[in-house]
């Protein structure tokens, strides 16, 4: 895939008092270039538990190239082209989660604990128009498997 068409992509997790740092730290990592820096903020819950923010925006062709070939290891990556219409709001962001333990695993599965949220290029901006670009960006990368 030559051309990345999404603006940037957004990686976020939370790390709640339960977890270890280090583990919610590889976790995302799993979907990142190397080298690249997560930033941490520290937050409290409702009843005053630390709770860690770790997130990252990608802007970079290549940063975000890397993330969308994670994505498209999903073992059910036929569920994510057929839900493409709904992961994608009116002004054009793309959103999927991914399940936090199997990404500790270095595994890349549905589920709860990182978010992924991608602005994609849409000229015009407008939610078909960003489907179609998601959908011939998502087959290249099943068709470059």
């Known amino acids: 895939m030559s051309a990345v068409p999404f603006h940037y992509v957004d990686l976020r997790a939370f790390c709640y008092a339960t977890e270890d740092e280090k583990r919610v730290?590889?976790?995302?990592?799993?979907?990142?270039?190397e080298e690249t820096e997560l930033e941490r903020e520290v937050n409290e819950g409702h009843h005053g538990d630390r709770i860690l923010v770790y997130s990252v925006r990608l802007e970079r062709a290549d940063d975000v190239r890397h993330?969308?070939?994670?994505v498209a290891e999903l073992d059910d990556f036929e569920r994510l082209l057929s839900e493409l219409e709904q992961r994608i709001?009116?002004?054009?962001a793309f959103y999927l989660q991914f399940d936090k333990q199997a990404a500790y695993q270095n595994r890349v599965e549905f589920g709860d604990g990182i978010m992924?949220?991608?602005?994609?290029?849409?000229y015009p901006a407008k939610r078909e128009r960003a489907i179609e670009t998601a959908e011939d960006a998502f087959h290249n990368l099943a068709s470059d498997d």
């Open 25 to 33: 730290e590889a976790a995302l990592e799993t979907f990142l270039p």
């Open 67 to 70: 993330v969308l070939s994670r």
């Open 89 to 92: 709001d009116d002004n054009c």
């Open 116 to 122: 992924l949220r991608g602005k994609v290029e849409a």
